[in-house]
């Protein structure tokens, strides 16, 4: 049997309004929840018992996925009454675990979507004989990341979380997010409080001589916390551009979910979603965007790369761009939104109240 912990509690603020009635791991990335994304992969990568960690809106994954016999994979619920971190997560969801004391155990964080291989990761892991085994993944620019070198044989010989300073930057080997921890390296951290795994756990057992792995993959690898990310990541599941057993439906340049509505004239690309129920109105130009369920895009709107939230509507002739429409939100006609722009969740755009050139053409 093969374990994995998924940690599913974080409140997802940068989402925000997003994930004011959605915890991140349930808002539909190409049709399904994204969790739904992690679980098909880990199937298919022969993992056949799951710990979700939860916190934020813990209630609704269980009524969604149940015990994970649809999945071919079995289901467990841990809730943290108070945010525990990373660290104290992984600790706090522990105690579902069935394993030995030496068996591999695997982690993901439930915001970051990867082509990993990870059979390959936990194949590393046992020939490393390893305390923890990291998956790493090599990026330009490494300051917003936590910074793992490693030496020749890939054993991990610091951590730098987050650098600012140029003498920091000793690498571009950042942490990506995915480990196999032998089961009794979990035991060990301490439970009952927050902790971080990163800044805490994983130099704690540096310093105390442990055996840190750290296995470098340039695969596909998305960090799901800013909206432009999560759109992006949708899209490239709809083309696949990254695989997910998940995604119902033929890959291609469109996603359309039964029961949506697209009228004629209407022009989808890019990766678009179009959720259940949802309907485009005809004219409009929907490139690369989700589009939630029963949301409405009116005639000739224009909608480029944004999310546009379940009930939400926006107006004929609208223009969209890399912006986050709220969750029943209205925008009304000829209103035009660029790059961050984030209407709250039921707030009333008026007809033509916000403009950034100076006429409706």
Same mark, same amino acid.
């Given at each position: 049997?093969?374990?994995?912990?998924?940690?599913?509690?974080?409140?997802?603020?940068?989402?925000?309004?997003?994930?004011?009635?959605?915890?991140?791991?349930?808002?539909?990335?190409?049709?399904?929840?994204?969790?739904?994304?992690? +679980?098909?992969?880990?199937?298919?990568?022969?993992? =056949?018992?799951?710990?979700?960690?939860?916190?934020?809106?813990?209630?609704?994954?269980?009524?969604?996925?149940?015990?994970?016999?649809?999945?071919?994979?079995?289901?467990?619920?841990?809730?943290?009454?108070?945010?525990?971190?990373?660290?104290?997560?992984?600790?706090?969801?522990?105690?579902?675990?069935?394993?030995?004391?030496?068996?591999?155990?695997?982690?993901?964080?439930?915001?970051?979507? /990867?082509?990993?291989?990870?059979?390959?990761?936990?194949?590393?892991?046992?020939?490393?004989?390893?305390?923890?085994?990291?998956?790493?993944?090599?990026?330009?620019?490494?300051?917003?990341?936590?910074?793992?070198?490693?030496?020749?044989?890939?054993?991990?010989?610091?951590? /730098?979380?987050?650098?600012?300073?140029?003498?920091? *930057?000793?690498?571009?080997? *950042?942490?990506?997010?995915?480990?196999?921890?032998?089961?009794?390296? +979990?035991?060990? *951290?301490?439970?009952?409080?927050?902790?971080?795994?990163?800044?805490?756990?994983?130099?704690?057992?540096?310093?105390?001589?442990?055996?840190?792995?750290?296995?470098?993959?340039?695969?596909?690898?998305?960090?799901?916390?800013?909206?432009?990310?999560?759109?992006?990541?949708?899209?490239?599941?709809?083309?696949?551009?990254?695989?997910?057993?998940?995604?119902?439906?033929?890959?291609?340049?469109?996603?359309?979910?039964?029961?949506?509505?697209?009228?004629?004239?209407?022009?989808?690309?890019?990766?678009?979603?179009?959720?259940?129920?949802?309907?485009?109105?005809?004219?409009?130009?929907?490139?690369?965007?989700?589009?939630? =369920?029963?949301?409405?895009?009116?005639?000739?709107?224009?909608?480029?790369?944004?999310?546009?939230?379940?009930?939400?509507?926006?107006?004929?002739?609208?223009?969209?761009?890399?912006?986050?429409?709220?969750?029943?939100?209205?925008?009304?006609?000829?209103?035009?939104?660029?790059?961050?722009?984030?209407?709250?969740?039921?707030?009333?755009?008026?007809?033509?109240?916000?403009?950034?050139?100076?006429?409706?053409?």
């Amino acid at each position: 049997m093969t374990e994995a912990i998924l940690l599913v509690g974080g409140q997802g603020t940068r989402l925000r309004p997003v994930t004011v009635n959605t915890p991140k791991p349930m808002v539909p990335a190409a049709g399904v929840p994204f969790l739904a994304h992690q +679980i098909a992969r880990a199937v298919a990568a022969g993992v =056949d018992r799951v710990v979700l960690a939860t916190c934020y809106l813990a209630e609704v994954f269980e009524p969604y996925f149940g015990d994970g016999s649809a999945y071919g994979i079995t289901l467990e619920y841990v809730v943290e009454d108070e945010p525990l971190g990373t660290g104290g997560a992984i600790r706090n969801a522990a105690g579902r675990l069935s394993c030995g004391p030496d068996e591999p155990v695997l982690v993901f964080n439930g915001d970051i979507l /990867t082509g990993l291989d990870i059979r390959g990761l936990v194949a590393t892991h046992r020939r490393a004989d390893a305390d923890v085994t990291l998956h790493l993944a090599q990026v330009d620019d490494p300051r917003a990341f936590g910074l793992v070198p490693t030496d020749a044989d890939g054993r991990v010989t610091a951590f /730098t979380e987050k650098p600012q300073a140029p003498e920091e *930057i000793v690498t571009d080997q *950042i942490n990506a997010g995915a480990y196999v921890f032998r089961r009794s390296v +979990i035991d060990m *951290i301490p439970a009952g409080r927050a902790v971080s795994v990163e800044r805490e756990t994983f130099p704690g057992l540096l310093a105390e001589g442990a055996r840190l792995h750290g296995k470098v993959e340039n695969t596909y690898w998305l960090d799901l916390g800013r909206p432009e990310a999560f759109v992006r990541a949708s899209a490239d599941l709809v083309r696949g551009v990254v695989h997910s057993p998940a995604v119902p439906g033929r890959r291609g340049e469109v996603l359309v979910l039964p029961g949506a509505q697209v009228a004629e004239g209407a022009k989808l690309a890019d990766g678009t979603v179009v959720g259940a129920g949802a309907r485009i109105g005809a004219g409009a130009v929907v490139q690369g965007s989700v589009v939630l =369920d029963g949301a409405v895009v009116g005639a000739d709107a224009y909608v480029h790369d944004s999310l546009i939230g379940a009930g939400a509507s926006v107006g004929s002739r609208a223009r969209v761009c890399d912006a986050v429409i709220g969750d029943g939100a209205r925008v009304g006609a000829d209103n035009e939104l660029r790059a961050g722009v984030r209407v709250w969740c039921g707030a009333e755009l008026p007809d033509a109240a916000l403009r950034f050139s100076s006429d409706r053409s």
